[in-house]
């Protein structure tokens, strides 16, 4: 299971607030849970997405195209993905490594 960090930035918006693409792209990944195919976590500057790394791909193409359906001609994606092979390891996991270790 892989693990993207992804923001999608829209270029050229009438107003500074992005938080109605936000939302549309929000819609877009719960879509994708009820299917099975991923589970996410929203972020105040980023969405954090967990899945299968073909699967996640699908969705981060998904959300890059939504500014564009609501009229926006420029869009910057920023996507970093830890794709780790040797254990599943989920967000939740790896927050739980991290807590085990500020208790010690």
């Known amino acids: 299971m892989a693990i993207v960090d992804v923001t999608v930035i829209p270029i050229g918006t009438d107003t500074p ?11 877009i990944l719960e879509k994708y ?3 099975g195919k991923i589970n996410y976590q929203l972020t105040p500057m980023n969405t954090i997405i967990e899945g299968e790394l073909s699967d996640l791909l699908q969705v981060i193409q998904a ?3 939504a500014p564009f359906q609501q009229g926006i001609q420029r869009v910057a994606t920023n996507i970093r993905i830890d794709d780790r092979r040797d254990l599943k ?3 939740n996991d790896k927050l739980e490594s991290v807590h085990k270790h500020l208790q010690a």
């Open 63 to 65: 959300i890059h195209e």
């Open 17 to 27: 607030s992005v938080s109605t693409y936000v939302a549309d792209i929000q819609r």
């Open 89 to 91: 390891r989920s967000m």
């Open 33 to 35: 849970k009820v299917e």
